[in-house]
C-alpha cells in the first residue's frame, strides 16, 4: 500500500515533484501549517515541515538529512506588503497574517519584536479585516510582488532578507522530515529520493522552470530568478541560521502571539 507523503503545492517545491514521489509513497498537497497537524496526527509520513512547526512535532519525527528551504538573503515568497515602512509597524499599526504560515509568522513577530520591543507590536487583524500590512507566503506572495505591489503604492518588505540583514545568517523555512514510527524501508526510500534529488538537483530545477511559470503566469526569467535564491540542500551556514532562530523563539516562546484588534 502507498504511504502519504505531505507536498506543499507552492513553486519553491517544484523541483522536488519533478522527481516524482519516492518508491512505494505518494504525494498530498498540503499547506505548511496543515503538514504539521498531518504529522501530528499520523496522517502522513513525512513533510518538508515549517522549521516554526518542529518543536511542536517534538520528538515524533526527525530529520532527514540536509534537506528543506533556505534563503540566504531574499526568499522572494515570504512578503510583507505594507502602506507605511516596515520599521513604522508599531502597535498603532494593524496586520493581517496569513493561515498558511507556521515560520514566517514567527519569524515576522520576532524581526518586529526585536527592534520595536515586543510591548509595541502591531495588532493582528482577523479574517478579511482592513489593515495596513499583509503577510503572505508562497505562491501569492511571489504573484503579488511580481504584479500588483509596485502599482498598488505598497512597501514590500521580503522577510528573509530582512533576516539576514539583521543577523547575517541564512534563514531556514523548512525541513524535510519523516515520522520515527515510519517502517523503516519508507524512511529508507524517502532517504534515497532525497540524495537522488541532491545529485539530480540542477536538471530538476531546470526542468521545473516552465511548468511553473506558465502556472503562474509569470515569465522563465521571474522563475529562474526565484529559483536561484532559494536553496534546498542545505550547508553548515543554514543549520546556524536555523539555531538562531530556534534560540531566539526559545527566548520569547511565553510571547509569538500578535496582540488582537
Request: aromatic share 8%.
Given at each position: ?36 497537524s498531518a ?34 538573503g531574499p ?105 520515527r514510527d ?80
Open positions: 500500500m502507498s504511504v502519504p507523503i505531505a507536498m506543499i503545492p507552492y513553486t519553491n517545491m517544484a523541483p522536488y515533484r519533478q522527481l516524482g514521489a519516492p518508491d512505494g509513497c505518494h504525494f498530498v498537497p498540503l499547506v505548511p501549517r496543515e503538514s504539521i504529522l501530528m496526527a499520523g496522517n502522513v509520513a513525512a513533510a518538508a515541515v515549517p522549521v516554526g512547526g518542529l518543536g511542536q512535532l517534538g520528538q515524533r519525527v526527525e530529520m532527514v538529512g540536509r534537506f528543506g528551504i533556505a534563503a540566504k526568499c522572494l515568497s515570504v512578503m510583507l506588503f505594507s502602506r507605511i515602512p516596515f520599521e513604522e509597524m508599531d502597535a498603532t499599526r494593524t496586520v493581517r497574517i496569513t493561515r498558511e504560515t507556521a515560520s514566517s509568522v514567527r519569524l515576522l513577530y520576532l524581526l518586529l519584536g526585536t527592534r520595536l520591543g515586543f510591548d509595541r507590536l502591531p495588532r493582528q487583524v482577523r479574517d478579511r479585516g482592513e489593515a495596513d500590512a499583509e503577510l503572505l507566503i508562497g505562491d501569492r506572495a511571489l504573484i503579488r510582488n511580481q504584479r500588483l505591489a509596485k502599482d498598488e503604492g505598497l512597501h514590500v518588505t521580503d522577510l528573509a532578507e530582512k533576516w539576514y540583514a539583521f543577523e547575517r545568517l541564512p534563514f531556514v523555512f523548512a525541513r524535510w522530515v519523516v515520522r515510519a517502517a523503516e524501508s519508507v524512511k529508507a526510500a524517502i532517504g534515497h529520493w532525497l540524495d537522488v534529488f541532491q545529485v539530480q538537483e540542477k536538471k530538476l530545477v531546470d526542468q521545473a522552470v516552465g511548468p511553473s511559470a506558465e502556472a503562474l503566469g509569470v515569465t522563465d526569467e521571474v522563475i529562474r530568478r526565484y529559483f536561484r535564491v532559494i536553496r534546498r540542500c542545505l550547508d553548515d551556514e543554514d543549520l546556524q541560521g536555523q539555531a538562531r532562530f530556534f534560540k531566539m523563539l526559545d527566548k520569547h516562546s511565553s510571547r509569538l502571539v500578535f496582540p488582537a484588534t
